[in-house]
């Protein structure tokens, strides 16, 4: 039996989310607080703010790591008892929260400030896997590309709208203007509790809540419940071998996500206006790249779309590591006076056009190989496997660029986007779905 397809209404409400969080991705993880975090609040300037950066890569860590601990287990306990809405309120709240307190965080108040931290970027990054949940009931196998290119595309000018508003009214991460730019997390946690009120009005509960029939808890069913999704993994092969390649890409994704705007202060050494530039410049582009690639990805497959985008990073990071090389190379054999951070800022189009395809496609394949029963636990496992990707990804960057320096480091990505191609083929897209079709209904 198909899936009831979902309103245009309750698919823009769900879609709101991705547009909600996206700001706390940004100004937060990316555009702004990372900046703030390392070189204000920590401020290590004489050792090339390397403890900064290692700290960063500690707290975001410590956040995924809490994210693999919990994920599939609360996935579980909400396939169990339909409770997907009231987990993913639990997490925004969470979120709001923790976030507004960064305001309270000062030069010199290194604990306070990690420790916030983890706590708004763990609600955060567990609301993504429960958010991401509900993909599978929205459309038709065919449609959910699309679907996912929409809400992935709707994030990137949602956070377009909230980081262009907070460069103008807070200004530039320096010193001199802290007092304004503390602002940032409360200008944050505002914007996220009101975009995301579309999604808790019109997305819709699905599935049939269950009571346990014992005295157990619903922790230890939820417990229960994935280790015996483990012990049946090779039942669901392609989703595995996919939760692997997603590993490595994820691993590159989050340090792109954590460094890039951290990469051009501290290595491009780029102006104000060149950072806000840079800001714009991937919005639209990952915009661009997330439905661009939701289409293309619904007529030729998501494997090759996915695995076509993961080509286009490992020459997008190439070229990040050539961008000084390549403006010196420019003044010496063309007589052409390009700035590094102007060739950066033409290498930024094609990282955000990356960026947007690469999760998009990645998302819908887990929606397409996951039974409708298990949504929230398989997307508990994708949350599992996106965060330990992380941790790794981070801590691995944080101490190679305290040894080797932050330029030479982020060749480590395009070892992780290689390993996640090659995994990828691996996958057989047919046989995936029809798994997942098999064992829809199926308890």
């Known amino acids: 039996m198909e899936t009831e397809k979902a309103t245009k209404k309750e698919i823009f409400g769900w879609a709101m989310f991705d547009f909600a969080n996206q700001g706390y991705t940004l100004l937060i993880i990316t555009v702004i607080y990372g900046d703030l975090f390392t070189r204000i609040i920590v401020g290590d300037a004489e050792s090339g703010y390397r403890m900064g950066n290692l700290l960063w890569s500690l707290a975001l860590s410590t956040s995924y790591l809490l994210v693999v601990l919990t994920g599939p287990v609360c996935g579980a306990i909400m396939d169990f008892t339909a409770t997907r809405k009231r987990f993913l309120f639990a997490s925004y709240l969470l979120t709001v929260v923790a976030t507004s307190l960064l305001y309270f965080v000062a030069p010199g108040y290194i604990l306070l400030g990690v420790l916030l931290l983890i706590v708004s970027n763990y609600a955060y990054s567990i609301g993504e896997s429960f958010i991401a949940s509900f993909l599978p009931d929205l459309g038709r196998p065919e449609d959910l590309g699309k679907i996912s290119g929409f809400g992935w595309a709707l994030g990137y000018v949602g956070g377009l709208i909230a980081t262009a508003f907070a460069l103008m009214f807070l200004g530039e991460v320096s010193e001199e203007n802290f007092e304004r730019i503390r602002w940032v997390g409360p200008f944050a946690a505002v914007f996220f509790l009101i975009a995301a009120i579309p999604t808790f009005l019109w997305l819709k ?27 049946r993994i090779g039942e669901f092969r392609d989703l595995a071998i996919l939760m692997g390649s997603i590993f490595f890409a994820m691993c590159g994704i989050y340090i ?13 050494r780029w102006d104000e206006h060149v950072r806000v530039l840079m800001f714009v410049v991937v919005q639209i582009t990952a915009t661009f790249g997330a439905l661009s690639f939701g289409f293309i990805q619904d007529r030729i497959g998501a494997k090759i779309t996915y695995a076509l985008a993961l080509g286009l990073w490992i020459t997008a990071i190439t070229l990040i590591y050539l961008t000084p090389n390549l403006a010196g190379w420019a003044r010496e054999y063309l007589d052409v006076d390009w700035q590094a951070q102007y060739v950066f800022l033409v290498v930024g189009i ?14 819908a394949l887990v929606g397409l190989f996951s039974p409708k029963n298990m949504a929230a636990e398989m997307f508990g496992f994708w949350g599992l496997f996106s965060k330990a990707a992380a941790i790794v990804g981070l801590l691995g960057l944080g101490f190679l660029q305290a040894v080797f320096g932050l330029q030479v480091s982020i060749l480590f990505c395009i070892v992780l986007f290689g390993l ?16 997942a079709q098999e064992r829809r209904g199926l308890q």
């Open 256 to 268: 792109i996500i954590a460094f890039t705007f951290i990469y051009g202060a501290q290595v491009i």
């Open 350 to 363: 094609l990282a955000g056009t990356c960026l947007g395809s690469t999760q998009s496609a990645g998302r």
């Open 420 to 435: 996640a191609l090659v995994v990828v083929f691996g996958v057989d897209e047919g046989r995936g779905r029809r798994r």
């Open 205 to 231: 509960e699905r599935g049939r809540a269950r009571r346990l029939k014992n005295s157990q808890s619903y922790l230890t069913l939820g417990v229960r419940r994935v280790w015996r999704t483990c012990k």
